[in-house]
C-alpha cells in the first residue's frame, strides 16, 4: 500500500542533498516521521498546509517499510509513523502538490 508525505520544497531539497531525513519540523519534534493514507492525505494537506503552494507529494511503500507502527490519531484513525530517519531510496516517487486557492490539486490516482 502507498503512504503519502507532504514536504515543503525546501524538505524535498534537503531529502535529495543528504539523502536521508528526520522529517519536517513536527516530525522531529514527535520523534517519527508523519504519514498518510489516500484517504487521510487530503485532510492532512488542508489541516496542515491550507493555502501553502510549493509543496511536494512523495509516495512511499508501506510494504517492508520498518519499523513502521500504525498508531491513532484525528478521530482515532490510524496513521503510518515511521521510527526513523525517511530516506531517499524509501521514496516511489515525488510530485509537486500546487493549491489553486480552492484546495491542493492531487495527481491523479492518488486520493481514494
Same mark, same amino acid.
Given at each position: 500500500?502507498?503512504?503519502? @508525505?507532504? =514536504?515543503?520544497?525546501?524538505?524535498?531539497?534537503? $531529502?535529495? &542533498?543528504?539523502? #536521508?531525513?528526520?522529517? %519536517? !519540523?513536527?516530525?522531529?519534534?514527535?520523534?517519527?516521521?508523519?504519514?498518510?493514507?489516500?484517504?487521510?492525505?487530503?485532510?492532512?494537506?488542508? @489541516?496542515? =498546509?491550507?493555502?501553502?503552494?510549493?509543496?511536494? $507529494?512523495? &509516495?512511499?511503500? #508501506?510494504?517492508?517499510? %520498518? !519499523?513502521?507502527?500504525?498508531?491513532?490519531?484525528?478521530?482515532?484513525?490510524?496513521?503510518?509513523?515511521?521510527?526513523?530517519?525517511?530516506?531517499?531510496?524509501?521514496?516511489?516517487?515525488?510530485?509537486?502538490?500546487?493549491?489553486?486557492?480552492?484546495?491542493?490539486?492531487?495527481?491523479?490516482?492518488?486520493?481514494?
Amino acid at each position: 500500500m502507498l503512504i503519502y @508525505k507532504i =514536504f515543503r520544497a525546501d524538505e524535498w531539497a534537503q $531529502l535529495q &542533498a543528504d539523502g #536521508s531525513t528526520p522529517g %519536517a !519540523p513536527v516530525d522531529i519534534a514527535d520523534g517519527y516521521v508523519h504519514f498518510s493514507t489516500a484517504e487521510q492525505v487530503a485532510e492532512t494537506a488542508s @489541516k496542515y =498546509f491550507a493555502n501553502t503552494d510549493g509543496l511536494i $507529494l512523495l &509516495a512511499v511503500q #508501506s510494504d517492508g517499510l %520498518a !519499523p513502521l507502527e500504525w498508531e491513532p490519531s484525528r478521530g482515532g484513525a490510524l496513521f503510518p509513523h515511521l521510527y526513523r530517519n525517511l530516506t531517499l531510496g524509501d521514496v516511489l516517487w515525488a510530485k509537486p502538490l500546487p493549491c489553486d486557492g480552492d484546495g491542493h490539486i492531487f495527481p491523479d490516482g492518488v486520493l481514494t
